[in-house]
C-alpha cells in the first residue's frame, strides 16, 4: 500500500487545500469584508469632521457677535 495515502486524502478532504481557486475567492472574499468595513469607518470618520465643522462655524459666529456686542459696550461705557 502507499503510505502517503492518509495524507492526501486529508488534504484531498480539505477543500480549501485541495483547490487554490477555493482558496483565493475565500481570500477575495475575507479582504472584501476587510475593506467593507473600512470604507464604513473612513465614512463615519467623515461625518464626525463635518460635525466639528459646523460646531467650530457656529463658535467662530458667535465669537464674532460677542466681539461686536462687547465693542457696543464699550463704546457706551465710555461714553459716561
Known sequence: LYTGLPELLAK???PREADPMTRVQEEVEE???VM???IQSVLERGEKLDDLVKKSENLSDQSKLFYTQARKMNKCCNYY
Open 36 to 38: 467593507h468595513n473600512t
Open 31 to 33: 479582504t472584501k469584508i
Open 12 to 14: 484531498w478532504q480539505n
